[in-house]
Structures are given as structure tokens and as C-alpha cells.
């Protein structure tokens, strides 16, 4: 619940800023999907259908610089659908508990001409929180409009994700990737 009250407060903060330039995620056509490598079978294969966030750039001095993406975890597919109610279960996600994932960016430098940018975020996951490096790739499709993909790599228990029988990552493998796909407009 604290999650959604800072997304909600920092969201009010930058929409409110004059200054920024604020660019926001097309949920239509942008994904984010995750994999978790297993042992003798198919990986864990999914996706989350809804997910929410912003980008706001200062221009002008480059210090207010902001990325904040959030995922509802009981949005997710999975490619085991019968193991859906197990996954987002105490057992792993806890999306009762915890409806939300974030990344959150801080703040970051950047400049138009490049089209890669390397920075660290803090994911927080079942209210833990921990900073994680992010290489994104910008492709500019036109002037208001951005692709933005990126990748990043975590340990599922380091956040919990997985206990009891399914904290032993001898089946199922610690490392999660999470591929995002996204497209950003500027308002």
C-alpha cells in the first residue's frame, strides 16, 4: 500500500512541474515480460498486461531527470497457467499484499543525441527495495514520440519470490529477466 501512495504522490509532482517535460507510456502497444530459467522443462514464460509510468527530463539543468514504472503483479500471464494462483500466492508474489512492482530511476543524466543511456534504479518488490544497474536503448520515432527498451537481471529471492520448497534454485533458477518494450510520448 505504500508503494501506491508514493507512485500516486510523485506522479502529482512531476504532472504538476512546469519545467519538465513529461513523456508517457502508450500501455497499448508497449510491453513487459519477464523469464525465469527451470531445470528440465520449459522456462517460466510471462507477461504483465497492466503497468502505468512516466518519464520526466529537465532540460534545462539536468537534475530533476525521473523514470517511474509500476506493474499490477495479478495482471499476470504465465505460459504454466495452471500454476497462476500458486505464483501470485504468498508462495511467491503475495499480490494480495503487495499489488505492485516498481522501478524507480531517481534520477539520471542524459543528452538527446544518445541512444543508449546506462543508469541504476531501485525495484521494489513485497516492499524490498533494491538497486539494480539498467542499460536502456532509445529509438526516436519521431519528435514526441520514443521506443525504450531495456533489460535487467535479479535474484527472485533476494525479494522473497519463492519460499519454502520454492526457494531451492536447484529447479527453479534464481536469475529473473524482465525484457520492457516500451513507448513513450511526450504530453
Excluded at 16 to 21: E, G, K
Excluded at 72 to 89: A, E, F, G, P, Q
Excluded at 95 to 108: C, R, V
Aim: aromatic residues 14%.
Amino acid at each position: 500500500m505504500k508503494a501506491i501512495f508514493s507512485l500516486f504522490f510523485i506522479f502529482l509532482y512531476f504532472k504538476q512541474s512546469v519545467a519538465n517535460d513529461l513523456w508517457t507510456i502508450d500501455k497499448n502497444i508497449s510491453s513487459i515480460e519477464f523469464e525465469v530459467p527451470v531445470l528440465f522443462a520449459n522456462n517460466v514464460i510471462g507477461k504483465f498486461n497492466e503497468f502505468d509510468g512516466f518519464v520526466s527530463l529537465d532540460l534545462s539543468n539536468q537534475n530533476n531527470n525521473k523514470a517511474l514504472i509500476n506493474v499490477r503483479i495479478n495482471s499476470l500471464d504465465i505460459n504454466y497457467k495452471r500454476y497462476k494462483d500458486l505464483v501470485l500466492s504468498e508462495v511467491f508474489f503475495d499480490a494480495k499484499k503487495y499489488p505492485l512492482g516498481l522501478i524507480d530511476t531517481n534520477n539520471f543524466k542524459f543528452n538527446y543525441e544518445d541512444n543508449k543511456i546506462n543508469l541504476i534504479g531501485e525495484l521494489t518488490i513485497k516492499d524490498k527495495s533494491q538497486t539494480i544497474p539498467i542499460d536502456i536503448e532509445i529509438i526516436k520515432l519521431a519528435s514526441e514520440f520514443v521506443q525504450v527498451k531495456s533489460e535487467i537481471s535479479f535474484s527472485r529471492n533476494d525479494f522473497n519470490i519463492g519460499t519454502g520448497n520454492w526457494k531451492n534454485t536447484t529447479i527453479l533458477k534464481d536469475r529473473i529477466k524482465i525484457k520492457a518494450n516500451i513507448f513513450l510520448f511526450k504530453e
